[in-house]
């Protein structure tokens, strides 16, 4: 598609279960880009993929947040057992190549996590 | 220190004045540098790319300074509209480690 899809809008979660959130990127976009934004806060970046691999993970909690994108389906994130902290809007991004354009993200409209 | 560095704000300034913002990298090697601007509880959208001989788009002037390692953004005749959080984004590691800025609010008053 000519956007990045992210879905659910909002997710409402128990502390302590488990969510999955999930981004379509622009067709033809090879990196995948995932965001957490805490209460309009800084964005911190979590990880990113270079098609189905990941090409940055920095930023990810590895112990509870796990990230993937397959061939032929959308990207996901997973967060298990959440906490509290863990409420915030999700963005995720995406770019073509590197290159001449390589640099420039579109993002998603977000989802808004909300952990109970 | 932060990788990326902008002064919060909030910057008040009243319609039709000149406001300045400008945003500090760690990076040396940094390579591509831009202007976001997200709007309240929306998602980020690119206002413009910063370029070394500096660029201009209307009432927009962006700068980049290697030596001193920041980037500005001018914003002229100021309109209610430009009303925002405005995020510096650095790119290095091969244009794809991606790392924004915390944002400088902007509020321009009637």
């Known amino acids: 598609g000519e956007e990045v899809a992210q879905t659910p809008k909002h997710l409402v979660r128990g502390e302590g279960q488990k969510a999955k959130l999930y981004c379509a990127p622009i067709?033809?976009?090879?990196?995948v880009f995932w965001y957490q934004q805490v209460l309009k806060n800084e964005f911190k970046f979590l990880i990113s993929f270079q098609n189905e691999n990941v090409f940055d993970e920095t930023g990810m909690p590895k112990e509870r947040f796990s990230a993937k994108c397959l061939p032929n389906s959308p990207c996901s994130l997973e967060i298990q057992a959440t906490k509290l902290e863990d409420s915030a809007v999700y963005f995720c991004?995406?770019?073509?190549?590197?290159?001449?354009?390589?640099?420039?993200?579109?993002f998603g409209d977000g989802t808004r996590l909300s952990i109970l | 220190r932060k990788e990326v560095e902008q002064d919060p704000g909030p910057f008040n300034v009243p319609e039709g004045a000149t406001v300045a913002f400008n945003c500090t990298y760690s990076?040396?090697?940094?390579?591509?540098f831009f202007w976001y601007r997200q709007d309240c509880r929306k998602e980020p959208k690119l206002l413009m790319s910063v370029y070394s001989s500096g660029n201009e788009d209307g009432r927009f002037t962006a700068q980049l300074n290697r030596a001193s390692q920041y980037i500005s953004l001018l914003i002229r005749d100021s309109k209610l509209s430009d009303s925002a959080t405005y995020l510096c984004?650095?790119?290095?590691?091969?244009?794809?480690?991606?790392?924004f800025g915390t944002g400088t609010k902007l509020q321009v008053i009637p």
């Open positions: 984004v650095v790119l290095s590691g091969g244009y794809q480690k991606v790392t």
């Open positions: 991004a995406s770019s073509p190549q590197p290159g001449t354009t390589g640099g420039t993200q579109h």
């Open positions: 067709k033809g976009h090879s990196y």
């Open positions: 990076n040396s090697a940094s390579q591509s």
